[in-house]
């Protein structure tokens, strides 16, 4: 057995505190759509600074992504798995970033202010467009549901790393041990 290499403490935390916002967002935005009065206000005054949060800890994990070497793939997973990898994390990124975006022009669009808290309002990124707040609502309905197909693909492909594969893929992300020898991570 060999030390993992783990990501660092900063980008570890940021990861799950990240997953339970994103988790706690999704199933807000669906609990949402589906709420009548008051209950509804109630979650789109949480959903609303919950999105921006999640917008400016995306930017922060994808500059440390790109200041801090990350723990290589292992050697032995096969090529294809390794672009899935890639390709699906420039989508996860993509969406952390994208989908607040919409949300946050769809609102101005709409000319809804976006309280962060009572307050503290962010300007409107886009002018008062009642067709373009209805495009934009489609997409960011569009958006959510292709990021909650790509964490639970995300999530699959964590416990394949951790249950069939054994390799060092999920506990570097968990801070736990590894199961490789030292020649499965050779290059």
Not at 29 to 34: A, E, N, P, R, S
């Amino acid at each position: 057995m060999h030390p993992v290499e783990h990501f660092s403490l900063f980008a570890r935390v940021l990861h799950w505190l990240m997953a339970v916002m994103i988790l706690a967002m999704l199933f807000i935005g669906i609990i949402m759509v589906t709420t009548v009065e008051p209950a509804y206000h109630r979650l789109v005054d949480l959903h609303r600074p919950l999105g921006i949060s999640i917008l400016l800890l995306a930017v922060v994990r994808l500059v440390n992504r790109w200041l801090i070497r990350v723990p290589p793939l292992p050697n032995t997973l096969p090529p294809i798995l390794r672009l899935a990898a890639r390709l699906s994390h420039i989508v996860l990124y993509a969406l952390m970033i994208g989908l607040p975006l919409v949300g946050w022009g769809m609102l101005s669009a709409g000319a809804y202010p976006v309280v962060m808290w009572p307050g503290f309002v962010l300007p409107p990124i886009l002018p008062h467009d009642p067709a373009l707040f209805a495009a934009l609502r489609r997409l960011h309905t569009w958006l959510a549901l292709i990021l909650f197909g790509v964490v639970l693909v995300h999530l699959a492909a964590a416990l394949m790393h951790g249950l069939l594969l054994r390799d060092d893929v999920l506990p570097s992300m968990t801070g736990g041990r590894g199961n490789r020898t030292a020649d499965d991570s050779a290059s």
